[in-house]
């Protein structure tokens, strides 16, 4: 601040002239010349001791004003662009940081003024806060001083630039808890959402400069639609069968769709068991930590992701194993006992029945639970497995994967039950998110092969028109449920890859700025498979197939212990990526402190844990704002 130096030294001028002729008669007396000269020198030495009290004060009021208006313009920048950012909402927001800052009787000020403008200036939303106030003078009112008025201006703004950010949602069962305010956390998750991409566009209806993908998960991803043709594997009878389009999506001249075709969602890449507990490194075979995608060099195609019809029988015991009416082939009533879907769907008949029951798809499975029928010649009449000549079948391990038996679908105990077996539905995740209130509308659509199946991801890409991401949040994210697990890393691997890997999944920067990269990953829980139902451990399914083929851990019970550790390794690899993104971790509710530390590892100092409907969308609107690089610029 420039003090009024001319100003100061006129007023001491004029004072020291008063003096001087108040001085003058006594010029000729000699008697107590002393204390005169004493006293004439108090003066100048007061007013220079009072013009720097004052001055300090002046000093202060100003350096505490910029301070109110640097904090204001910042909060009122980010409210600029949310949702609920009305002209009052921005106003209050900045007022609440002003304020918060500046006293309104600081140093005896008055008639303080705070003046928020918010604009829009070339596509930039801009924030001004001006505030004012009078200060009184104290020891230089005595020299002409009058209040002096001082001022303090800031300006802010998101200030764009161009942007690649993947955003990971929890889509998994438990998103229909409420969390408060009378949402569960998938609505209170999707309105956060919204948020972030509300301000991340700023009040425009498109950015040129932005590409934005969103990927949900649960037990698996929908991204197999999305690769290249070599990167996921030709299965018979689900993603490539007779007559059906390209990925099996559909059936031709059958309205109502093929239920039994792959939907897009892919098993966990080829890999290797017991990584160790070092972040730092990657296994040699363990494609589900890096960024090579299935199909590349070396790296194999993955499996298109098929939960088989799993059912739970009523008992253990295998006494009632030769009698297909007993209560053994009875359903258990718990999740997975719903998944019995028909391979005879009435649009295939029978000659489509009899081809899917001879793929390696189904008869493995069917396999595995009937086998235990073949109790001898005398018995075959119910035999499911069967040889080719129609001779009895003894069951052997060596020969589970031979082709001299086949599955005779007719004889599937209870088949033609229309309580147990069902023809596959639609896997279609509900849009309105799992509401509790909604009855029905609180489960996933089964039973299906595709059971559990997330909705296709959304890959980064410039130029989309904001709608198009507000309508993938409102449709294409919910919870799944009933489901039987967790699998953080299925997201942020798969995030990753849609991310960093532009050379397939291309987009075209119209800047020749290099882009900023940021990936976003919320979820509300630990990683989690379940183990069993009614104790049978093969009756659930995920990424990673059934609970016994231990894909990943020689243990069982180290699954989960797996899981984390390739989570961990995998955010490694992405922190030594050459253009790393920022990761960013939004964790809704209480987490283990297993995987509390393996998040602040992959996001240091951008965790954010969050138990509210509030602390949700306040996550997603300072993430977004700093995306949106949130900066003074006056």
């Given at each position: 601040?420039?003090?009024?130096?001319?100003?100061?030294?006129?007023?001491?001028?004029?004072?020291?002239?008063?003096?001087?002729?108040?001085?003058?008669?006594?010029?000729?007396?000699?008697?107590?010349?002393?204390?005169?000269?004493?006293?004439?020198?108090?003066?100048?030495?007061?007013?220079?001791?009072?013009?720097?009290?004052?001055?300090?004060?002046?000093?202060?009021?100003?350096?505490?004003?910029?301070?109110?208006?640097?904090?204001?313009?910042?909060?009122?920048?980010?409210?600029?662009?949310?949702?609920?950012?009305?002209?009052?909402?921005?106003?209050?927001?900045?007022?609440?940081?002003?304020?918060?800052?500046?006293?309104?009787?600081?140093?005896?000020?008055?008639?303080?003024?705070?003046?928020?403008?918010?604009?829009?200036?070339?596509?930039?939303?801009?924030?001004?806060?001006?505030?004012?106030?009078?200060?009184?003078?104290?020891?230089?009112?005595?020299?002409?001083f009058q209040p002096r008025t001082m001022q303090a201006v800031a300006k802010a703004e998101l200030q764009p630039r161009p942007l690649e950010v993947m955003v990971v949602l929890d889509d998994t069962g438990s998103m229909k808890a409420n969390l408060s305010g009378g949402r569960t956390r998938m609505v209170a998750l999707k309105e956060a959402a919204n948020d972030f991409v509300d301000i991340l566009h700023q009040g425009a209806s498109s950015r040129r400069d932005l590409a934005m993908g969103f990927i949900g998960y649960d037990v698996t991803v929908n991204v197999g639609h999305l690769l290249p043709g070599n990167a996921v594997k030709k299965v018979e009878g689900f993603n490539s069968f007779a007559g059906a389009s390209a990925y099996g999506l559909s059936v031709p001249s059958h309205a109502s769709g093929n239920y039994l075709a792959w939907k897009g969602c892919v098993m966990a890449d080829t890999t290797v068991k017991d990584v160790d507990k070092n972040r730092l490194t990657s296994e040699t075979g363990a494609w589900d930590l890096v960024r090579s995608l299935p199909g590349e060099g070396s790296h194999p195609p993955v499996e298109p992701f098929f939960v088989p019809p799993m059912y739970v029988p009523n008992a253990k015991s295998n006494s009632g194993a030769d009698n297909p009416s007993s209560t053994y082939y009875g359903i258990y009533n718990t999740e997975p006992g719903n998944n019995l879907y028909r391979i005879d769907k009435s649009a295939f008949g029978e000659m489509g029945a009899d081809y899917l029951a001879r793929t390696e798809l189904y008869r493995q499975y069917f396999y595995d639970y009937y086998v235990g029928l073949n109790n001898g010649d005398a018995n075959k009449a119910d035999d499911v497995v069967r040889r080719l000549d129609g001779s009895y079948y003894t069951p052997s391990a060596a020969n589970r994967a031979g082709n001299d038996w086949y599955i005779d679908w007719k004889r599937i105990p209870k088949y033609y039950d229309g309580a147990v077996w069902k023809d596959p539905a639609s896997a279609t995740v509900n849009p309105l998110g799992g509401s509790v209130d909604s009855g029905s509308k609180n489960t996933t659509p089964m039973p299906s092969p595709n059971w559990q199946c997330p909705e296709e991801a959304m890959p980064p890409r410039y130029g989309r028109m904001k709608s198009e991401y507000l309508s993938h949040i409102a449709?294409?994210?919910?919870?799944?449920?009933?489901?039987?697990?967790?699998?953080?890393?299925?997201?942020?691997?798969?995030?990753?890859?849609?991310?960093?890997?532009?050379?397939?999944?291309?987009?075209?920067?119209?800047?020749?700025?290099?882009?900023?990269?940021?990936?976003?990953?919320?979820?509300?829980?630990?990683?989690?498979?379940?183990?069993?139902?009614?104790?049978?451990?093969?009756?659930?399914?995920?990424?990673?197939?059934?609970?016994?083929?231990?894909?990943?851990?020689?243990?069982?019970?180290?699954?989960?212990?797996?899981?984390?550790?390739?989570?961990?390794?995998?955010?490694?690899?992405?922190?030594?990526?050459?253009?790393?993104?920022?990761?960013?971790?939004?964790?809704?509710?209480?987490?283990?402190?297993?995987?509390?530390?393996?998040?602040?590892n992959c996001a240091p100092g951008?965790?954010?844990?969050?138990?509210?409907?509030?602390?949700?969308?306040?996550?997603?609107?300072?993430?977004?704002?700093?995306?949106?690089?949130?900066?003074?610029?006056q």
């Open positions: 601040m420039n003090l009024p130096r001319q100003k100061i030294t006129t007023g001491l001028r004029n004072g020291w002239r008063k003096v001087n002729e108040r001085l003058a008669p006594l010029a000729g007396d000699r008697r107590g010349s002393t204390l005169a000269l004493m006293a004439a020198g108090l003066i100048p030495v007061i007013a220079a001791l009072g013009a720097g009290i004052d001055a300090g004060r002046l000093y202060l009021v100003k350096s505490q004003l910029q301070a109110g208006v640097d904090a204001a313009a910042l909060a009122g920048a980010r409210a600029f662009a949310v949702t609920d950012g009305s002209p009052a909402a921005r106003d209050k927001q900045a007022s609440a940081y002003f304020y918060g800052n500046f006293a309104s009787d600081y140093m005896g000020v008055s008639n303080l003024q705070l003046t928020p403008d918010f604009k829009t200036v070339g596509g930039i939303n801009v924030t001004t806060i001006t505030a004012r106030a009078i200060v009184p003078m104290t020891f230089m009112r005595i020299f002409g449709n294409q994210h919910g919870a799944i449920y009933p489901a039987n697990g967790t699998i953080h890393h299925a997201g942020l691997l798969w995030g990753y890859r849609l991310l960093v890997r532009d050379d397939v999944f291309t987009r075209a920067n119209p800047t020749t700025e290099r882009p900023r990269r940021a990936l976003v990953f919320m979820t509300d829980g630990v990683n989690e498979i379940g183990e069993s139902q009614n104790g049978y451990l093969d009756r659930t399914f995920t990424w990673y197939g059934r609970w016994s083929d231990s894909r990943i851990a020689a243990n069982q019970s180290n699954s989960e212990t797996q899981m984390l550790r390739r989570f961990e390794k995998t955010c490694a690899n992405i922190q030594r990526e050459a253009n790393p993104p920022e990761i960013y971790i939004i964790a809704l509710v209480a987490n283990s402190s297993a995987i509390d530390t393996a998040f602040n951008r965790v954010y844990r969050t138990s509210s409907t509030d602390e949700l969308r306040r996550a997603f609107q300072d993430v977004a704002a700093e995306l949106v690089d949130l900066h003074l610029i």
